[in-house]
């Protein structure tokens, strides 16, 4: 088997193809969260705490210099990115957790007996006539 069609063979998998969608979607759903804390979240935080903006908080290390420019700890973008990645994790837990209680909800109901076939209702007439004449 050549490496083209092994290739193939594995891209095709279901499993390949919804990891790939969920990682596309991943992302997407990542940038709407963090434009939502950027946006929408720290603002009113930033107001609270006396108008800071988070994204320009840093700490200089050294001055910048004629040739060198300033060397920053910038904690602010750290603070945001903790903000997005909680929110996010919230978020997926969410869902996840939705997710399981539908499973359980359907692995719950008990699941319904079929009908009897033809043969086994005959079967179970020729039984009930064999006992009742003992």
């Known amino acids: ?7 193939k063979d594995f891209a095709i998998k279901g499993n390949v193809i919804d990891m790939s969608v969920g990682i596309v979607i991943g992302a997407a759903f990542g940038k709407i969260v963090s434009s939502f804390v950027a946006d929408i979240i720290m603002p009113p935080i930033g107001v609270l705490v006396g108008g800071v903006d988070f994204t320009k908080l840093a700490f200089t290390i050294k001055e910048a210099s004629s040739n060198a420019a ?5 904690y602010g973008n750290f603070i945001q990115t903790t903000v997005d990645f ?6 997926i837990f969410i869902v ?3 997710i399981n209680n539908l499973k359980r909800q359907e692995q719950a109901a008990p699941p319904s007996d079929p009908e009897p076939s033809k043969q086994e209702l005959l079967l179970m007439e020729i039984r009930d006539i064999l006992k009742s004449q003992k």
Do not use: C, D
């Not at 088997?1 to 290739?7: P, Y």
């Not at 909680?86 to 978020?91: E, F, N, P």
């Open 96 to 98: 996840v957790k939705l």
């Open 86 to 91: 909680t929110i996010i994790a919230a978020a």
């Open 1 to 7: 088997m050549s490496i083209l069609q092994e290739f």
């Open 70 to 74: 300033a060397v920053t700890l910038n």
